[in-house]
């Protein structure tokens, strides 16, 4: 695959840092980061404790390679926008801080591409999954002049809500969603490190995770909404979610039952998913899978170790589509939690940005 | 707690056998049997290939202490009506076979306790969970008229079909369910032995358990019927259900969502549970447990690793009621699946039978 | 089993308390000691954080049945031999802690049943596991001579340590050891609550525990030692061992290779350990198994999952014995490395305190 | 990387064939050989069972992307002489099969790089580690007389065998390794598919492994003896195994503890390893890594979730170098089972085969 170019009149890659560079969602975006075409790793930020520390001695490296030398051997900086140089930035902060940092990141002019939760649901904060709602980005517009920054915050999803999204959007494009439920059997990934004991879930399942259905319930019509004029319409189906944690490192699978507003036929549904190309902007952009969303026909399809990989953890599989005997559809939808749902879709939220000129002005 | 004693004028425990006495549900009737107050295990029966071992040889003894060793020294016998002596066999039969054998052992005039789903829907045959639906047993007269049998058959029901209807009798019988979601994260021990191999179940979830959903659905229906003039009519609200395998070695977890005629709160649902008492003729039989059915405050309950043994395998945890925005409440069930889902309510079911004096003649 | 009496002229349960009652070892004390037949637990004691709060709402109870209300209603004092009025404490401190408290208490005159590894090597602190070395308790007079202490300090072994020593006590003392080889395969729960990370174990091993491999050398020598006027003079064989985490819940399995000053055969060894009676006066204490050491002749036992409750958690199983190549024997020891090698084992030394009069002063 | 060109004056790759296909190392071969530089799959074979359909519907693809649509539409042929029409063939038949069916091969004139232990200890056999012993493969030419066969039998080692072979090898040939203890926590992919039960492994560890301890003894003697004048004499040390399996998916651990003619310090000995080039011919061929062996400094590694995958599955990696207090050193190993310690451990054989000229009659 050749490398999509530098959009724009650019000379060079813009310079990105990393804030909460140390944590699980942290390093994910220092691996998706290091060898980035269009975007240049120049930073790390974390809290008081790893800063000044090298980065490589203040983290303890959770999988795969460790990253490059020269990245290990960054100092770790605070999370501050008088000491971050770079206009771009990643946010893998806890929502207990996050609130407060991105904002004072967003007033000195950064972009803020955030994992956190705490501005998802602000009405003029865009909550964007690249092919589902990437026209939702014209909201920073708004966001600038109604709050004077300078600079902006873009929002990824929770990771559940990602997932279902990508499977549901062209169904929901297509036939319009009335009724939505959800059960998730979610990774331990998903609560970072050092997150679930293993005492907790070696061999067991917890049917409950802080804060997760509201999050997932809310930010799904969000996503699933419409932008107009500056705004941001909600979808108007209702949504019910069980959240369940298993121990599954990595890969939140979800049970879907969906009504539909017209009655596609399972195999009308897979050929809509199928032939879904999700907003255009996206497609050969450096993260961009070459397929968001796959269906397959294996029955016992998709499964986390065997599909999370998926596009190099960007796709998402959608199996076991069949007819449902209360409402229309049942299915089975499968991503990975801390690519596509965290690291990665903030990722592409940047590289949609860059490609449409949002960010050559910083 | 003292022994209940043996029910009627009858001097002395009733004879047992166990068909398939080798594999993971066998083990478990050996064991649950192996002193049991009224019933006295005298065979052991299994195919071909064990028959003439000793059943300690045969038998790759799956979890805790092996049987006692008269049980390990017996010899194990052919699943066929002409060698087995015992007037009652509780069986563990793979459907493969069961559908022959047990008719066999019917029609040479002994009771079978099933645990395989060959007889679960035929209208004439009780699919009994003593505290749900005992009276159906009165089904019994019906099928030894139709077919001539001087025996009977009675099965249990799917695991997790007996999970979720402990959970959901009480409230269809004072609410009356109208629509049904339930999604199920069932243990590898519901597969039996060797069963799922550990390079498809270790850190993976398998969406899919092959044939497991209609049966769901179709027992559920039937375990909540009503009986009345030797015919069971099914309850008719609709069901829909997601199966998932996971990483659990006992206990079947189910998210379940619910929809009734008249609106419970979370409140009155929860006290419908915990004041339920189910049939009356149950309560104090030997292995019936002081409570069916549990509720739990915790908010993160209930648990497989944590609640599966609640009253000894025989209890049924409730946790996380609350409220739905599509339907009407939302809950969380757990039971073991194979002592109450599968051994343990056989034996009850025999149990109940010997109480009410249907064995009397065995 | 009838219940052995209170020893000696006493009247009525010694009363006992906990220390660092909330966390996993806390709660196994707690549940060993809801119902003990010579202690009533009357005080649960923590750090700050949870004192004044009730012990059921200060704990996140991790496995089985919650304690008794009467438990769970106590309200946690704290760590402070002023505040603590029981002459017995049972001390499930973190070694962070353990040291200025244990010694604090041991000052007022309260025995106190350490858990720590803080005194465990002081030559005049007895570490001792009662089959094994139950002797050494005499040196708690050395220890109040020397430190002029009205109380005492008792320790029990390192989890690898006890279950090795277990194994190994019947050989060295017929067969002398001359050198120890060991391998470890070791629970989670022996890191305590919350412990390990599941990101870091699930389906994972990692080949290293902190200050592990020094313990189990050192500890077992002392163990294995012998006592004599007010000395104990540790054994002198070379031990070397390697140290591993694994995603097993409870039980440590340990391969060893050994090597005698006198060669057995895999046959007299078994016959040793079958034959072995431990240090008469442990017989017959209420935490004492039936057999403190259990040899299988299965081919792959011992098996954490399915021989970590023998003896109610106090026995360990050994199995594989057989001829080594290079040293003399090979074999394989599994217990339960939070009963037996944790707060069982504590108890236990507490009951063969009580039964040969040493608290009769308390 | 450039990939390195075909060797000798061969235009075009060499046919090859798989036997026993569909199991899980032959789908790893299949995985290895998709799109290899120098070799052509042409042909796989399999039981009787799957012989006539199509290899995509005759596998149960266990792990990563299915091969590609050509190899899945090839029909699976019978694992016979007469029907393979490829020289070389890579032979993943189970044990049970596997010596009649490769020596009929070898007698056909075909060449066999073998996975199973049938022919590894025959005098005139090689069983070769490319960088530790790839000399040996002269054995081919005494093989050839002695048998009259026109083909030659070539054969890997063990799984763990071949792990802890290419971490000693280095050591061994410097210092000279006199006794050997070996403790193994292994994978359980490396009993193949189905395998292990899910019920007997998970949370669980099995202390056997049947036959796997014998096997490592010997063949490790082997691979690290010497060949001479068309023979290969053994190593001379003692080596004493315990083999373990633990919930593991891919790649075996091994602890190891050594003592040596000469004494290496810790240093000098990681300095060795580090050093090490193995058998020069091997360096540059397609399936051989830039370091066979690594020597990490991380005081809890090497991990199987985190290291197995290094140098793509054919790097060990190796940890945790520290003195010994009974004989002189003790390490940690670590390689992947199914890839250096199957599959690729063939490939590669076969590539060091291709580059010595060996294949150009083929």
Known sequence: MTTPPIPGKRKGKWPVAVLGATGAVGQMFVRLLADHPWFELVEVAASERSAGKKYGEATRWLEGAPPPQAVQNRRVIACDPGVVSAPIVFSALDATVAGEVEMAFAKAGKFVLSNAKNFRMEPDVPLVIPEVNGDHLALIECQRQRRGWSGAIVTNANCSATVAALALAPLHQKFGIRQLFLSTMQAVSGAGYPGVPSLDILGNVIPYIADEEPKLEH????LLGTYEDGEVT????????????????HGHTICMTIGFEEKPTPESAIETMRSWQGFPATRGLPTSPEHPLVVTDAPDRPQPKRDVNAGDGMTVTVGRVRRDVVLDLRMVALGHNTVRGAAGGSVLNAELLASNGALDSA
Chains 1, 2, 3, 4 share one sequence.
Do not use: G
Not at 219 to 222: D, I
């Open 219 to 222: 930010e799904m019509l969000k």
């Open 234 to 249: 909600s979808a108007m189906f209702k949504v019910s979610a069980h959240t369940n944690r298993v121990p599954v490192e």
